[in-house]
C-alpha cells in the first residue's frame, strides 16, 4: 500500500506510520499540510492509494473558548480529505472518538447507536464524520477510537507514567468508565481493516477491550512500575474541567466482529506491553 498520513505528528498517527512496515508511508504533520486547506490536502492526496486523516483538534477544553480552529480541523479538514478521496479515486481512514456519545446509556455504544455529543470539541468532531458520511463511505472508513496513550503522547494518559515515576501528586477521575487504548494496538487494527475490510467501507469501532476508570488505569500501570501510588481519587465533578466528559466512554466493536476483523487486546495486555516497550 502507499499510505498518506494526514496528523502523522500525532500519537496514533505517528504509531500508524511506525506500524506499516513493508508500505510506503508519506507522513505529513501540520506543517506538511493545512487539512483546513482543500487544495494543500489534493495537493498530498495523489501520492497515496489510502489517505489516512489522524489531524484533529484535540485539546477538549480549550476547543470551548476556540470553537472556530476546532471546527475548521475536526470537521472541515475532514471533509476535505474524504472529498479529495473521491475527486481521485483513492481509499481513506478518517479518525473520529468516543466523545461523539454523551455517556448516558449504562451498555457500550455500538456503531448504531445515537450521537449526542456535550462539548464543542465533540460536537466539532461529530460534525467532522457527518461531512465524512454525507462525502460517501463507499471506499471509506469511520474509525472511532478512545483513551489513546503512547510512547511519546502529549496527552496526560500518555504523560502518567512519567508522573507515576516522579511521584507527583494528582487526581485522578475514579467515575469514568473508559477503555484505555494503547496506540499501537489501534494502529494495528487499523491497518488490518485496511487490508482486510469489506471494500464498502463503513464505521467502525476500536478500542481496548474491558473497561476501568482513569484511577483504575493508574493503579495497574503504578502496579507494573512497582511505584506506590501517590493521588487522590476523585469524582468528575471534582475535576471541575470546563468542557464535559461522558461518564460511559465505553466501546462495543459491533461492526469488528460481524466481519471477522477484532484484533484488540484486553486493556491490561496492551498496557503490560507498553510498559515493556517504555522500559526498553
Known amino acids: 500500500m502507499k499510505v498518506v498520513i494526514f496528523g502523522a505528528g500525532g500519537l496514533l498517527g505517528r504509531h500508524l506510520a511506525e506500524e506499516l512496515v513493508g508500505h510506503q508511508v508519506i507522513a505529513l504533520d501540520r506543517r506538511g499540510c493545512d487539512v483546513g486547506n482543500f487544495d494543500q490536502v489534493l495537493s498530498q492526496a495523489g501520492a497515496g492509494d489510502w489517505l489516512v486523516n489522524c489531524a484533529a483538534y484535540t485539546n477538549v477544553d480549550q476547543a470551548e ?92 494518559s500518555s504523560r502518567l507514567r512519567q508522573l507515576i515515576l516522579e511521584g507527583k501528586s494528582l487526581k485522578l477521575d475514579v467515575e469514568r468508565r473508559v477503555q484505555p ?46 511505584a506506590k501510588p501517590n493521588w487522590e481519587e476523585v469524582s468528575t465533578r471534582e475535576l471541575a474541567a470546563p468542557a464535559p466528559r461522558p461518564v460511559n466512554c465505553l466501546f462495543e466493536h459491533s461492526m469488528l466482529a460481524m466481519h471477522g476483523l477484532d484484533v484488540m487486546p484486553e486493556w491490561q495486555t496492551a498496557l503490560a506491553e507498553y510498559a515493556q516497550e517504555e522500559a526498553r
Not at 85 to 106: C, E, P, R
Not at 131 to 146: E, K, N, S, T
Not at 207 to 221: E, H, I, N, P
Request: include cysteine; proline fraction near 2%.
Open 65 to 156: 473558548r476556540d470553537e472556530a480552529d476546532a471546527y475548521r480541523v475536526n470537521a472541515l479538514g475532514a471533509e476535505n480529505i474524504a472529498a479529495a478521496a473521491q475527486k481521485l479515486g483513492k481509499s481513506f481512514v478518517h479518525l473520529s472518538t468516543d466523545f461523539v456519545f454523551d455517556g448516558a446509556q449504562d451498555e457500550p455504544y455500538d456503531e448504531f447507536a445515537r450521537p449526542n455529543p456535550l462539548s464543542k470539541y465533540a460536537r466539532s468532531k461529530w460534525a467532522g464524520d457527518e461531512l465524512v458520511a454525507r462525502v460517501g463511505l463507499d471506499r471509506g472508513y469511520i474509525v472511532r477510537v478512545q483513551g489513546l496513550y503512547g510512547r511519546g503522547g502529549k496527552n496526560f
Open 181 to 226: 487504548t494503547w496506540a499501537r494496538s489501534a494502529a494495528r487494527q487499523i491497518i488490518k481493516l485496511m487490508l482486510e475490510g469489506q471494500r464498502g467501507g463503513g464505521l467502525y469501532h476500536v478500542s481496548c477491550k474491558g473497561q476501568t476508570t482513569w484511577a483504575g488505569f493508574a493503579r495497574a500501570l503504578a502496579e507494573i512500575l512497582g
